[in-house]
């Protein structure tokens, strides 16, 4: 490829001769291309890129050497003030006439402020020094370097933009979008290149364009980059158009576009996008803090027969027939018929309070009777434990049906039975529940009191004081008690029911091993259960969130696709030219859309055409 501007005398004519700067630094700002360069597909390669930067240092050093004369003269300017004022010094006008002067003209670049200074002193006398000019440094070729790379990729992806709509026709070089904070991000392999921040950018860009090296400066507001061109005795840039048919003679050296090699590295591995929950599941200790049991004062006689099941269990002593008798404490007897009168108390009181306040039976809420008959119903049905274990001994909940969750649910909202009655029907009923272990051999009622016991204090829910923690803590408690002895179940009808322990036995928590098959296994169970349903959990989640994310997402790609659809009728309309809607496309849409610009414009132009 051929560049399409000479490096060689890449110097305009104001730095050959050194004579008024301050007009000829004026006119390097507002200077602009006669005839600019046109270019179809126009690309900066690395060779142009090189050629650019030695230009830069060409264009720089004269410069700089320039100035050094320049200031000389201000130097010289500024002593003869000095000289001045020692022989006429500064009355209280002219104070006044001073900062007036400097509240007008302080913001002014040098080249503006030294030709008024040079207009109030003819006027007034030399009071004012002239401002010397300063040098471009070394740093702002580092400067120029990355405004020079962020121009590349802009032109770029206008070029891409070219090719896919099939431009061939020669246009106006784009100028150069500078963002300061866009250069102080740059990085390169994961490095900062420039360690500057954005006020350091603003004031080497402000110094190239005193240089001359910017030019044609287009402020578009604060939101916006300032657009500048870069002087076009420094640039350099190839055409990357390659047209169909070429004479030899008139072929491009290389082109613009990267060589596409095969590679013989195939990955053939596969992807699965799983969420994995990480955690321990490692055995940990529950609460055993009980509080005291009607239990404790039991005593329990020495029987001749014993069962089979129990032969090395060291509950075999506690065992006792079914249907045979078993002596209660006085004291365990007067506590319980003292709950169970409070809890008739309870049910009285309420019933009195609506009477009292002079409700009728009709206006209370058919939920509310609902739920006091169902509270008087379980709250009756609460046993007293010796007489459950003897129950249990005899088979009579062998056939059991738990309490439905919806029971219990509008038992737990229900104000008639506190923490400690709700605690005690859930426990009642899962042992009540638990009865079908022991239905094809039945344990005696010594067994199963000692197994109430074991019961109780693993169903845990109570504090420190002795006292229940919470009514929905007992519900879980409960939901998990289900589904470890649905598991038993399910386990022991696969064998045939053999094998099966007594309950005492059973529910013993130091009968902790595989080979036991006991109660305290089953919490393995449970555990892997918890992770199912955490698991589940979690993809429920996941799912949710991609699709969240993907009607976003199209939400979004509908707003994209409209502003597409604007910015190619504005085109059509004669509002943006081709290369404001290549840099607004380039800009201001994703990749996506600025791929779907060429077919966007067929679509659009054929409906314009039917119309």
Known sequence: MQPQSNSQNSFPPHLKIAINLEDTLKKNVTRSVASPNTFAHPVITKEAHKATLDNYRKYVAAYNDQLKAINKDIRHYNKNVEKFIEKNPVTENKILLLKLFTSKY?????????????????????????????TVKPLSLQVFEAFLHGFTVQLQAQVKIFRQ???????????????????????????????????????HRERLEQAGVLIEKEYRGTSRPVKFAINPKILVVFEGYTPKTQNAENQFINSDERNVLPHTKVDTRSFKDKLEIKGNVNKHSRDKENSSNLLSNLKYYKVTQTQ???????????????????????????????????????????????????????????????????????????????????????????????????DLRKMERSPGIDSEDFREIVIQDFIRSAAQLNRYDQAGAGSWGLAIKHIDKQFGCLRFTGKVTSKSDCYSKLMEFRYRLRR?????????????????????????LPCDVAWKYTEKFWTKELKRQQ?????????????????????????????????????????????????????????????????????????????
Not at 106 to 134: R, S
Not at 588 to 606: A, I, T, V
């Open 106 to 134: 302080h913001h002014y670049k040098n080249n503006a402020y030294n030709k008024e200074v040079e207009n109030f002193n003819d006027t007034h006398g030399l009071y004012i020094k002239k401002l010397p000019f300063q």
């Open 165 to 203: 709509i099939g431009k061939t026709t020669p246009t106006t070089l784009p100028k150069m979008s500078i963002n300061p904070y866009e250069i102080s991000c740059q990085q390169r392999k994961g490095t900062l290149n420039l360690d500057l921040c954005g006020k350091t950018i603003r004031n």
């Open 308 to 406: 089979e099941g129990e032969k090395n269990s060291p509950a075999q002593n506690f065992n006792t027939k079914p249907g045979e008798k078993i002596p209660i404490h006085p004291k365990a007897v007067d506590a319980f018929r003292a709950k169970k009168a409070n809890r008739a108390a309870k049910i009285e009181t309420s019933g009195a309070l609506i009477s009292k306040i002079g409700v009728s039976a009709a206006a209370v809420p058919a939920e509310n009777t609902v739920h006091d008959q169902l509270t008087e119903k379980w709250l009756n049905q609460i046993d007293n434990r010796f007489d459950l274990a003897g129950k249990l001994s005899q088979g009579v909940y062998n056939y059991y049906t738990p309490i439905a969750t919806e």
């Open 488 to 512: 038993a179940v399910s386990w022991f009808n696969k064998r045939n029911w053999k094998a099966v322990r007594y309950a005492s036995d059973y529910f013993d928590p130091l009968n902790d």
């Open 535 to 611: 698991d589940n959990s979690a993809a429920r989640k996941k799912k949710a969130f991609q699709a969240a994310a993907k009607k976003e997402a199209l939400i979004q790609d509908k707003k994209e696709n409209e502003k597409l659809d604007r910015a190619i009728r504005k085109y059509f309309n004669k509002t943006y030219s081709l290369e404001q809607l290549t840099e607004y496309v380039t800009k201001q849409l994703p990749k996506k859309q600025q791929d779907q610009l060429p077919s966007r414009m067929n679509e659009l132009n054929l409906k314009n055409l039917i119309k």
